[in-house]
């Protein structure tokens, strides 16, 4: 069975940087798509980043390009999200999602982690 853990959210200052980590474990993560959403209290669950399986094809919510960027080591079984400029509105919870196949998705996963918090002070 296929499982994630969600790792390195925190406080931050504006203007400050976090990378989360996202542990894949049951299988090999060269085989899964992989994602990054995030949840605002009281807001619904909206998409951040996804990469390809292999880890050559991205894509971000248009919110948060050219200050975060998704990268995935296969050889660890690992996923990331270097966010730098964070800003209040960033303040939420993380998670990271995983889908069987070799394309990156905005939608359709089916695994998903339990969630980190980041929280950015102003």
């Known amino acids: 069975q296929v499982q994630l853990v969600e790792s390195g959210g925190g406080l931050v200052q504006a203007g400050g940087s976090l990378r989360l980590s996202c542990a894949l474990s049951?299988?090999?993560?060269?085989?899964?798509?992989m994602g990054w959403f995030r949840q605002a209290p009281g807001k619904e669950r909206e998409f951040v980043a996804a990469i390809s399986a292999g880890g050559r094809s991205t894509d971000y919510a248009d919110s948060v390009k050219g200050r975060f960027t998704i990268s995935r080591d296969n050889a660890k079984n690992t996923m990331y999200l270097e966010m730098s400029r964070l800003k209040p509105e960033d303040t939420a919870d993380y998670y990271c999602?995983?889908?069987?196949?070799?394309?990156?998705?905005?939608?359709?996963?089916?695994?998903w982690g339990q969630g980190t918090q980041v929280t950015v002070s102003s």
């Open positions: 999602a995983a889908r069987f196949g070799v394309v990156r998705s905005t939608t359709n996963y089916n695994i």
């Open positions: 049951g299988r090999s993560s060269s085989s899964y798509a």
